[in-house]
């Protein structure tokens, strides 16, 4: 079954770059360009996996994690943050918001595919 | 376009939006007007760059942007006060990071000192204080013996020991030996087998976790034995995968955690509810985002094109119907007429597309009038004034550069100091005004100063030292003030850094009649100074007079156009060097005869006979063009005569007329400078039948 994957992302370069990636990989690929924007579209849509940035205006990753698992259905989703920060704290906060794991950018798509289909199996 | 040149585009759209962002960002924060969010949103600016710019490798705009961001970040969580020498620095950062961005995007190289001696700088700046991220708890160099065998597994996951390898090396110095010894003989070899083992030493002061977590997502897929080779390992930092900025780390949270600390039960709606003011703001973000889209520039020039093939074919269409000898109120007259009129329409609409406002380059000029002040000691204040006036893109683009040097100009040598200013009973800060309006048609800048004005003494000496003008030349003070626009001139004693870099007034008058544009000095001793810039809404259309010359069409544009005139041979009178002039309301202009100036003819028509138009242009030089008659006003759409032939002295552009012909558009300053070193030629005409042919 073709797995979906949510990016949220508010450059639109890296949401065209994992959409790139991710389709090359096989992956059907939703967008959302922030925190918000990725709520709304987890009304209608289940990802199997969640990719997110940190850094985003209205509404960053970590509001966005802690609302994603607020939600009894979305529990199971697996998130992965993927950011270009280095910052311990932020990982951590990341962590405690209930991301499943943090990719620091740049990323190797080979390698984000790999981490997908491994919190996706 | 392939995907990933064109991801790259967007990438540097969006850096210069950022770019844009971070700059509006900081001069908010200087002018004391900053919101938490805008400290927010340029800190995410410089993010967003580097965190792009690590996509594509840049590496130069990664490492400087890191710095930058750490900075920010510090200011940003208040371990830094946004002092002025801050935000100085931040300011002249942003303008590293817009030309590290834009070698990155045109191959170029930046000022690698100037990066450096800001890399400095902020070091010096985010030193002394506790760094923005915890640092792991360092640990002493160890050395690591790895044996890595890799199973078929790993290839056949798309895995590659090459970038294992190169991520290993990043925690350290590393020696590889390579064990070949189980690999067969070729006959025997299994295209997708596994043979090889790796031996490395590593050394470096990371934690064995750091190590295996290099082999995170192939240690199921291959035989792996790390084992150090130095004792006393200090305990373990837990999460403490660290690899470069620039490195790739991935780490996945042991998911017992995650279920150990079931995530807190806020109400789902907490999210919404945010204090109004916020909420406003991101309504009207996302209105502005919704309200806009972002296409190629490439689709609207496209456009543009196609519209200027319909308004000339709709032209063609009109003159064929005229000659059918269809009566006005007829059907197809009048559908025509209809025709007409949205065709104008659909060329405004689209015209209105490649249109912005000046602002984008308003707003580059209060850092650079910060900055000429410094340099100068002088105390400036910039007043802009109609930044929401709109002109074509290319138009904006291209006179950033004139206007920047204009404004450097006017502090550098039209301001004086503080000093002499409170002398001469003026305040000590100078005013500096820029603004921008529509004026008939055209869009003009002025740029002026409240400084002494023209030191006209002071030209007209220069002038005579670099042979510019005779000794004895009497010169009129507006031609004086119009000196400082001739080739080599500089008023300026010693070459300064601020406006004598090698660039006089005469390049701002070159450049801005590249654009179809006149520029103008107004100065009053003691008062001041004020340069006009008159440019051309956009550069695809042009309104023009028609006028015929010995059996050519030929199209003058309008703006250069004083009037038109009957001459009398009563009034021509012929000099020494050949050239006649007319005598006009008690002055003299030169006589160009069109036909001879293009080479078309030999002989000169009959003043009498001709019909002469006054024009004026750069530098308000002016001369009477005679041509043998005029066919009407009309706007017509300008061709590009390099794309299409070649550049032809004396001839701006061409363009298609109704019958389907090719006129050729006028380069009024060419043929006034011909004048005066007259050559005739003969390119004008080929260049017709070329581009005739080839239509």
Redesign the interface.
Known sequence: MQKTILTVD?????R??LR?SLMAAGFKVLQADDG?HG?ELLETEMPDVIVT?I?????DGF?FI??V???ESR?AVPVLVL??E????K??RA??????????????P??LV??IR??SS | MD??A???E??FQ?CEEQLGELEAGLLLMENGTAEAETVN?V??AV??I???A??F?LDALVRFAHVFETALDRVRSGQMEASPPVLNLLLRAADVLADLVRAAREGGVADAAHVASLVVEFNQINSGAKP???A?IPTPVQQWEIIFTPRPELYA???ETA?LLRELQRLGEMRVVLNASRLPELAELEPEGAYLTWCITLEADCTAQAVRAVFE?VEDDCELEITQALPAEPALVP??I??G?????????P?V??EE?P??????A??VQKPPTQEVA?AA?EEARTATIRVDLDRVDRMIDLVGELVINEAMLSQRVLEAGLARASGVAMALEELEHLTREIQDSVMAIRAQPVRSVFQRMPRLVREVAAQTGKQVRLVTEGEGTEVDKTVIERIADPLNHMIRNAIDHGLESPEKRLAAGKPAEGQVKLAAMHRSGRIVLEVSDDGGGINRARVKQKAIENGVIGPDAQLSDDEIDNLIFLPGFSTASTISDISGRGVGMDVVRQSVAALGGRISIASKPGLGSTFTLSLPLTLAVLDGMVVAACGHILIIPLGTIVETLKPKAADVFPLDNGINVLRLRGGYVPMVDVAVALGYSERRIDPEQSVALLVEGEGGLRAVLLVDAIHGQRQVVIKSLEANYRAVPGIAAATVMGDGRVALILDVDAVLRNNRNETARAEPARAELTLQEAI
């Not at chain 2, 900025?245 to 949270?253: L, M, R, T, V, W």
């Open positions: 508010d450059s639109r370069a890296m065209d770059m790139h918000l709520l940035d850094n985003m205006p209205r509404m509001g802690e609302a698992r607020a939600h529990r950011t270009t280095v910052d311990i704290d990982k951590q962590k405690e918001a209930g991301a499943t794991g943090w990719i620091v950018k740049p990323f190797d080979a390698r790999e981490a491994r919190v | 995907p990933m064109a991801i790259r967007t990438f969006e949103a800190f995410r993010h967003s580097k965190g792009g690590g996509i490798a923005p991220a915890p792991p996951k798309a895995n970038l997502f999460g403490s660290i690899t900025d620039n490195g790739f780390s991935f780490e996945f949270f998911p955690e995650a600390e995530a807190p039960e806020p109400e789902p907490r999210v991101a973000r």
